[in-house]
């Protein structure tokens, strides 16, 4: 492959006829001449007329695929199912006028779920249980398990539940106050804070606001949160003392099943942090757009992991997928340049660097689910699927799109890509310019029949991709940018 060149690595120059096998009548300037006609007429790109090729028509009507995959996504049904259960409970709870404590019981379990759904330990549990399906098991069952990485679906969805019991919570603590009913007025002004903060919380993750001021959501959804659940244990303390009747408040929390909560809710925040260490980086920078960053600790993250790491580790943390090579310890990651830090990191490459919590899985965590897979990455999104690729484990086609790969990535990343990733194709947009990427991958689709395609790419590509397969009955996977 050439130094920015779109190379098929399955192509191969066929020479079917030697000059000894033309035998001694055919003069040396014809066999060269030959020769040269062959290699003129190489194959062409596997890309070369895509723009021609029919799509398939899309499976259903316009209306209820949007709504199916995009107005109802998995994501969003996960959502609605614990949100209205919630407030079907939450109905009930008003109608009957069940006093302070209970309510609040239920909003700190809310928030014990939400808090839960994003514990490290807890996905990578629920991500083995559900990749753990053989391949040998009818397809509609490794679909359905795939669907784990939409978990964040019941993390929002108990998290916004937990604001709308606590509005419940606040009128009613507010009722019992008025009336001299057991509520301390301590209790209530609290109750009125944390709901302040668990607002803020919630409108700083709406999706528009995340992404347009993610390091200021960074900051607010980990500070406040902190504040919110230290406020959270002074509220559960106030309220199993207004209503301990008789008992001490010490046995009455024994008794308590929002302290329990809170205990296995605090673990869940406090665990990760136990786990902060800086540890010693290796930096190969691979451009002025890319560095790879090695490092060596812990035992190997399972394929389609993701790390946290950080300069600043009260400020910003960045994911990045994790890379581990067979026979050698520790991983590597990938940065690409997005930003002031990455591009920090590019400049002045780090010799130690924060890291936090354990290896966790994403999204291509669920590929070992699937016989055959058809991955597809632009720019840096290389990453996640490298491990896949550098284990032997996955039958794959590998459809690669960047600018100039190699003077991005360097000579010694991309041969180990194409090495062991037999058939891959790397189209430079620098080169050729940008393609109908749903169109070209629907060719890699008829011509591999994969189970399923995976892509990884910004958030408008990949939801353009997704979306285009799925709409025509193609199985496609991508992230879902929750976070």
Not at 338 to 350: K, L, Q, S, Y
Request: charged share 15%.
């Amino acid at each position: 492959m050439t130094n920015g060149a779109p190379t098929d690595s399955s192509s191969q120059i066929s020479l079917p006829h030697s000059p000894v096998e033309m035998g001694p009548h055919h003069s040396d300037e014809r066999s060269v001449s030959t020769i040269q006609e062959l290699v003129d007429e190489k194959p062409g790109n596997p890309w070369d007329g895509y723009e021609g090729d029919e799509m398939p028509e899309k499976v259903q009507p316009r209306l209820v695929r949007n709504a199916r995959l995009q107005a109802f996504s998995i994501y969003r049904r996960l959502f609605s199912v614990v949100f209205i259960m919630n407030m079907g409970f939450f109905i009930s709870y008003a109608i009957r006028g069940y006093h302070s404590q209970k309510i609040a019981l239920v909003t700190v379990a809310n928030i014990c779920i939400a808090i839960l759904m994003r514990q490290e330990l807890v996905i990578n549990t629920l991500f083995l249980i559900f990749c753990s399906v053989p391949q040998s098991w009818p397809f509609f069952i490794r679909k359905t398990a795939a669907r784990v990485y939409h978990l964040g679906g019941i993390h929002s969805g108990a998290a916004s539940s937990a604001v709308v019991w606590l509005i419940l919570l606040a009128v009613q603590a507010t009722r019992e106050r008025v009336n001299n009913l057991g509520t301390s007025t301590a209790t209530v002004a609290l109750t009125y804070i944390i709901l302040f903060f668990l607002v803020g919380i919630v409108l700083f993750a709406y999706p528009t606001l995340r992404i347009k001021r993610h390091d200021a959501f960074e900051r607010i959804h980990r500070f406040l949160g902190w504040t919110a659940t230290a406020l959270v244990w002074a509220q559960v303390v106030l309220l199993t003392n207004d209503y301990k009747g008789d008992m001490s408040l010490g046995s009455a929390l024994v008794h308590s099943a929002a302290f329990w909560l809170m205990v296995i809710l605090s673990l869940s925040l406090i665990l990760p942090w136990t786990k902060l260490r800086k540890v010693p980086v290796r930096s190969e920078v691979l451009s002025n757009h890319a560095v790879q960053l090695f490092v060596d600790y812990g035992p190997h993250p399972v394929p389609g992991s993701f790390q946290r790491f950080s300069t600043d580790p009260l400020n910003e943390w960045h994911s990045f997928a994790t890379i581990a090579t067979p026979g050698q310890s520790g991983f590597s990651i990938i940065i690409s340049q997005a930003g002031d830090w990455t591009t920090e990191m590019i400049t002045n490459p780090p010799k130690e660097i924060y890291v936090r919590g354990v290896p966790t899985c994403g999204a291509l965590r669920i590929v070992p689910l699937f016989k055959r897979v058809l991955f597809v990455a632009t720019g840096s999104g290389i990453a996640p699927f490298t491990p896949h690729i550098m284990s032997g484990k996955v039958n794959h086609k590998l459809f690669w799109m960047a600018p100039n790969t190699r003077a991005t990535f360097g000579d010694p990343l991309v041969d180990m890509i194409l090495e062991n990733s037999p058939g891959a194709v790397v189209y430079d947009t620098r080169k050729h310019g940008r393609p109908n990427i749903v169109k070209l991958t629907n060719r890699f689709v008829d011509e591999f029949k994969p189970e399923c395609v995976c892509v990884i790419s910004n958030q408008k590509i990949t939801e353009n991709v997704v979306y285009g397969l799925r709409s025509r009955g193609i199985l496609a996977f991508g992230a879902i940018f929750d976070s």
